[in-house]
């Protein structure tokens, strides 16, 4: 594991975008264990977890005055809060972790959280659920690629 792959699969962990979804394939693809892969990216991305709550609480207040962050953070929060609320209202916390846990676009640590603030939930509760959840997505997202990776690898020794 050269350092920066370990710098772009923390990179990838963070991002809100991309999240385990990008950088759990990133480090397997560039031949780090699976173990290692599920182990850093799911830290990194738990870290973004207090990183939202610290953007929400500071810079966020500093920026929303700016017509083009307002209206950008508004549709994100208005996306968010419909594909959590009913899932909070049907199963509380549980909600939210299987809201992150599925490794789907627009679902994630960073999803979770801005969701869980918009409804007022607690930071302490939704940190547990986020933490629940981005392992359950990193088991998910590994496997998938370790099944992937397997494939290819036999597709192409199958070829030549």
């Not at 610290?54 to 549709?75: E, N």
């Not at 640590?109 to 986020?130: C, P, Y």
């Not at 359950?136 to 070829?159: E, M």
Request: glycine fraction near 8%; charge should be positive; aromatic fraction near 16%.
């Amino acid at each position: 594991m050269s350092d920066s792959t370990f710098l772009w699969a923390a990179f990838w962990s963070l991002m809100p975008i991309s999240e385990l979804r990008g950088a759990i394939p990133f480090a397997m693809a560039s031949g780090w264990p699976w173990w290692q892969a599920w182990l850093w990216c799911a830290a990194f991305n738990i870290l973004a977890a207090p990183i939202a709550w610290g953007f929400l609480a500071t810079v966020h207040h500093v920026l929303y005055p700016w017509g083009f962050y307002a209206r950008i953070f508004d549709r994100v929060v208005e996306r968010a809060r419909r594909k959590l609320h009913d899932k909070i209202e049907a199963y509380g916390y549980l909600g939210v972790t299987l809201f992150v846990g599925i490794p789907l676009p627009i679902t994630g640590a960073w999803t979770g959280v801005l969701g869980s603030w918009i409804l007022g939930l607690s930071k302490r509760k939704t940190f547990l659920a986020v933490v629940m959840g981005v392992l359950i997505s990193a088991t998910i997202v590994t496997t998938v690629t370790a099944l992937g990776l397997q494939g290819l690898s036999f597709f192409t020794k199958a070829v030549h």
